[in-house]
């Protein structure tokens, strides 16, 4: 079992930033491909970002996001971060975090319970 708890979401304004940062507790976080989703009012869940244990830590965006958004990690800590630039009001969604054995599955196996990321225009 691997447990995710997120930090960092809050308000911002529009063209500001926000670091959403995931701490992986519980098996091991060697192995395990990390991700972000999110999932704004009324809409359906959604894939934002994703990095890959191995290669270095492939890393792979939605064309949403892409060019502003920066997913990492620090495999010592066992943490993920997602830092966003350029934010839109349409960014405005709770924010999860995930992990799977496999990179960029569309429903991986572990979740966090999600951080809410509002954006004001």
């Known amino acids: 079992q691997v447990q995710l708890v997120e930090s960092g979401g809050g308000l911002a304004q529009a063209g500001g930033s926000l670091r959403l940062s995931c701490a992986a507790s519980g098996r091991t976080f060697n192995g395990y491909a990390m991700g972000w989703f999110r999932q704004a009012p009324g809409k359906e869940r959604e894939f934002v970002a994703a990095?890959?244990?191995?290669?270095?830590?492939?890393?792979y965006y939605a064309d949403s996001v892409k060019g502003r958004f920066t997913i990492s990690r620090d495999n010592a800590k066992n943490t993920v971060s997602l830092q966003m630039n350029s934010l839109k009001p349409e960014d405005t969604a709770v924010y999860y975090c995930?992990?799977?054995?496999?990179?960029?599955?569309?429903?991986?196996?572990?979740w966090g319970q999600g951080t809410q990321v509002t954006v004001s225009s």
């Open positions: 990095i890959s244990w191995s290669g270095g830590g492939t890393t």
């Open positions: 995930t992990a799977d054995r496999v990179f960029m599955v569309t429903k991986p196996a572990y």
